[in-house]
């Protein structure tokens, strides 16, 4: 954990409403595992005065990278940042993905829905250094919410991919595209990132399965550091249901501790 | 060389930055990215005596230049306080204070009571005035004899210096602090959260699962420092100032308007390095303006 005040941009990328920014800070790389994030201050001034949390997409050895969609000001602002801008970052923050070199030679699912793309990039490269197979399920409202389509190709995964309008891919959401593809086959292991629907739709999935998932969650960051108490999520902790701050203790959590948050199945 | 210590009378502070309760967690959650020994001091999370949970998210939601909090303070209790977290504090050289909170009187005490029998805390910041826990942000600093009732009782139980911190959520601030100096506390710290609320327009919900929070940061500012100036006339007892401070500037408004040291609260969560910088910003001040004791300029708002 530490702060980069001037983490250069050294390259920038567009999709319509989605960015991807590479920072230059070697020190947060040197400690970045899959599943973390950092926080990015968005404005010099007051007006957003929070810090956003962004998962690290990818890294090298001096660089990390996020990969955002265009949600409100804070996102907007970092949208208009360019190559040379520097930014001012904390990270890498909070606990990542369970994937370490037990899973080689296993089948692993990563299934990410909008944004929630964004920590499974990073993911599959890792899975594929330690010798697991990742196959990747993605998906979008339409067609342009799928701007990582190519990259994933390009690289050689087992790419599927969904979107809710039927413009590309399977039509429907991507749950229910994980769903068909289970009758053909069954993962080892599942990571998942996406809106909070979708990942408790997997989440059932995996548990009638019998598949261990994990989770990356979301909420409100006041701080990303502990500092705050903002940023709980319910999670079962001994038998017992608790807040818990995600910043801290996640915000990859397993899918049997989430108490998923009730709503339109 | 600048002086930046300050003296409260009871306690002596290195310098008169200290981190907000609330906005600083337990202290340790800033040691990757603070010395925490430079710090005139901290005041650690709100505790009550028994564990608790706090209310459902959504606990924040941001507003212009403000954050509207109702975290509704959660906390480990003194127990496993004084076990995991307090013998942490202890190797540090700065001025710990715990925030003491409580449902009633005696569970104020109890707290108090409790914590006395460990070393390590130099004060007690008294919590009466969290506007998050009962229904519409009920407290004791609402009203002078509430007040009076908590801090009397918390001072005759405690061998500790208590502060009491005030909420702004009142008609007059001032008979409220003078409620508070009279039942016997060693100094006041102002103000905590303004009540406040925020809704979203396509769901027609509030954005907050408790509907009310408190509202802290830039936005609150102007008001607060007013409310400090008012007290600060008016008490003999030390007023330590704070709400919206993110600069040495805003630090050092308060301290001219008379407050003898400052906290900082959500300025913690835009750079956790915020205390230590304005600290630095006091002592380039001082030397800029050939001040050798910072005490010198406390309560000098000309006329
Ligand atoms: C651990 C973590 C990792 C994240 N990683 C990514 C990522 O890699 N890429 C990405 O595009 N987004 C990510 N997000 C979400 C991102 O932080 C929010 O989209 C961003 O903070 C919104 O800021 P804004 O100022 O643009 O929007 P705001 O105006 O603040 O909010 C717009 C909408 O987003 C909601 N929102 C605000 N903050 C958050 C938040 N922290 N989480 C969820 N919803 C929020 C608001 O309630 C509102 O409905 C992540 C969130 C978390 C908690
Ligand atoms: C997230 C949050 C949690 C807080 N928790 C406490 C608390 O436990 N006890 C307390 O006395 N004040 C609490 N406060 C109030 C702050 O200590 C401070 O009085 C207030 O935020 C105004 O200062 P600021 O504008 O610098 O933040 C909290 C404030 C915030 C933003
Ligand atoms: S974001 Fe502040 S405690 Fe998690």
């Known amino acids: 954990m530490v702060k980069d005040p001037q983490a250069r941009i050294v390259d920038k990328k567009n999709w319509k409403s989605y960015f991807s920014l590479s920072l230059e800070s070697p020190r947060i790389a040197a400690q970045a595992q899959s599943g973390q994030f950092i926080m990015v201050r968005v404005s010099a001034h007051t007006q957003p005065l929070l810090r956003r949390p962004f998962s690290i997409h990818s890294k090298s050895e001096k660089t990390v990278e996020i990969f955002f969609q265009i949600t409100g000001l804070g996102t907007e602002l970092l949208s208009q940042k360019k190559p040379e801008d520097s930014l001012d970052i904390l990270g890498p923050l909070g606990k990542g993905f369970e994937a370490g070199k037990n899973l080689k030679g296993k089948d692993i699912a990563l299934v990410g829905g909008g944004r929630g793309i964004a920590p499974l990039y990073f993911l599959s490269q890792k899975l594929r250094s330690y010798g697991a197979t990742a196959r990747i399920f993605y998906g979008g409202k339409s067609q342009e919410d799928l701007p990582l389509k190519e990259k994933f190709e390009k690289e050689g995964f087992d790419l599927h991919w969904s979107t809710d309008d039927g413009s590309s891919g399977f039509k429907g959401f991507v749950s229910d595209l994980f769903k068909t593809e289970l009758e053909k086959y069954t993962p080892d292991r599942i990571f998942a990132c996406g809106p909070e629907l979708m990942m408790k739709k997997i989440s059932l999935i995996a548990q009638e399965k019998n598949i261990p998932a994990e989770f990356s969650l979301e909420s409100v960051m006041g701080c990303g550091f502990g500092a705050c108490w903002g940023c709980v999520r319910r999670i079962k902790r001994d038998n017992r249901e608790e807040w818990v701050k995600i910043c801290e203790e996640g915000p990859v959590f397993s899918g049997n501790d989430i108490i998923w948050e009730e709503g339109d199945e | ?303």
């Open chain 2, 1 to 303: 060389m600048t002086d930046l210590s300050v003296d409260l009378g009871f306690l002596k502070l290195k310098n008169p930055v200290i981190g907000a309760s609330g906005t600083f967690g337990y202290g340790l959650e800033f040691e990757p990215y603070i010395d925490l020994n430079r710090l005139g001091g901290f005041v650690v999370k709100g505790l009550y005596f028994s564990p608790r949970e706090g209310n459902p998210p959504p606990r924040l939601v941001e507003t212009p230049s403000g954050l509207i909090n109702a975290i509704g303070l959660p906390g480990i209790g003194v127990k496993r306080f004084s076990e995991e977290i307090l013998p942490r504090l202890q190797k540090f050289n700065t001025t710990i204070i715990v925030n003491v909170c409580g449902e009633n009187n005696e569970e104020y005490a109890s707290v108090v009571e409790f914590l006395d029998k460990y070393d390590g805390i130099a004060a007690y910041e008294l919590n009466i005035s969290c506007p998050n826990v009962e229904q519409d942000g009920l407290c004791p600093a609402l009203s002078p004899e509430a007040t009076f009732s908590a801090v009397s009782l918390v001072k005759k139980t405690s061998s500790r210096p208590i502060i009491a911190k005030l909420s702004p959520n009142v008609t007059d601030v001032v008979q409220i602090a003078l409620s508070a100096e009279e039942a016997g506390a060693d100094a006041l710290s102002l103000v905590n959260t303004f009540l406040a609320m925020a809704v979203d327009i396509e769901t027609r919900k509030p954005k907050l699962s408790n509907i009310y929070g408190g509202l802290s940061g830039p936005a609150i500012k102007p008001i607060a420092l007013r409310m400090t100036h008012q007290v600060a006339g008016r008490v003999k007892i030390p007023v330590i100032g704070m709400g919206g401070i993110l600069t040495g500037q805003d630090a050092l408004e308060y301290m001219i308007a008379g407050a003898k040291a400052v906290e900082v609260g959500t300025a913690n969560f835009i750079d956790p390095e915020s205390t230590v910088k304005i600290i630095e910003e006091l002592r380039e001040y001082c030397q800029k303006k050939g001040i050798d004791r910072i005490e010198t300029l406390i309560g000098t708002l000309q006329a």
